[in-house]
T-cell receptor, first 114, second 111 residues
Framework: DGGITQSPKYLFRKEGQNVTLSCEQN?????MYWYRQDPGQGLRLIYY???????QKGDIAEGYSVSREKKESFPLTVTSAQKNPTAFYLC?????????????FGPGTRLTVT | ELKVEQNPLFLSMQEGKNYTIYCNYS?????LYWYRQDPGKSLESLFV?????AVKQEGRLMASLDTKARLSTLHITAAVHDLSATYFC???????????FGAGTILRVKS
């Protein structure tokens, strides 16, 4: 079955701790994306990567970091510098990084920081 | 900066009725997407609109794109309870295929 997996589904952390969210895809897609969703709002782009070993900041990158060492994997680290990390995090991928390619979304990780 | 506005943000409708959700965006783009999200779930792709005048239909939903007016519509025909969800439109930025999302329209279909 081809698709995007994110783990864990729910994640609880204490304030001040870094946490890494996993995103894996077996669709052979070049481009991958991380979005954040807050209650009652649309999605906002955190980071995106069009190719292995390259990534760019999105609109709300502060307090987050990513890596893209393998085509199929794009982990997101939420650092202690992120002021309000509690949110629903969605990973997506698309065939290419050029406009027009549909993005497919993973099931999401709900992060709660107390 | 690209901005995407949806209206209404909340829509309560009776089963069997028709209604339209509107999506306006602020800068030139001819790539627009509609997604559905059920509570606590991820996004499901509904429509991909890639040119001016594009119209796509699936069941009771029909989406259209007018790039000159920078407007997309999602029309619901004879609503049923199963259509209750949040609907997002998203516009693609040319470089990097970045999506800018609207705030979403919460649709509740009452029987």
């Amino acid at each position: 079955d081809g698709g995007i997996t994110q783990s864990p589904k729910y994640l609880f952390r204490k304030e001040g701790q870094n946490v890494t969210l996993s995103c894996e895809q077996n669709l052979n897609h070049d481009a991958m994306y991380w979005y954040r969703q807050d209650p009652g709002q649309g999605l906002r782009l955190i980071y995106y990567s069009q190719i292995v070993n390259d990534f760019q900041k999105g609109d709300i990158a502060e307090g987050y970091s990513v890596s893209r060492e393998k085509k199929e994997s794009f982990p997101l680290t939420v650092t202690s510098a992120q002021k309000n990390p509690t949110a629903f995090y969605l990973c997506a991928s698309s065939i290419g990084g050029t406009s027009g390619y549909e993005q497919y979304f993973g099931p999401g990780t709900r992060l709660t920081v107390t | 900066e690209l901005k995407v506005e949806q209206n209404p943000l909340f829509l309560s409708m009776q089963e069997g009725k028709n209604y339209t959700i509107y999506c306006n965006y602020s800068t030139t783009s001819d790539r627009l997407y509609w997604y559905r999200q059920d509570p606590g779930k991820s996004l499901e792709s509904l429509f991909v609109l890639l040119s001016n005048g594009a119209v796509k239909q699936e069941g009771r939903l029909m989406a259209s794109l007018d790039t000159k007016a920078r407007l997309s519509t999602l029309h619901i025909t004879a609503a049923v309870h199963d259509l209750s969800a949040t609907y997002f439109c998203a516009v693609s930025m040319e470089y990097g295929n970045k999506l800018v999302f609207g705030a979403g329209t919460i649709l509740r279909v009452k029987s």
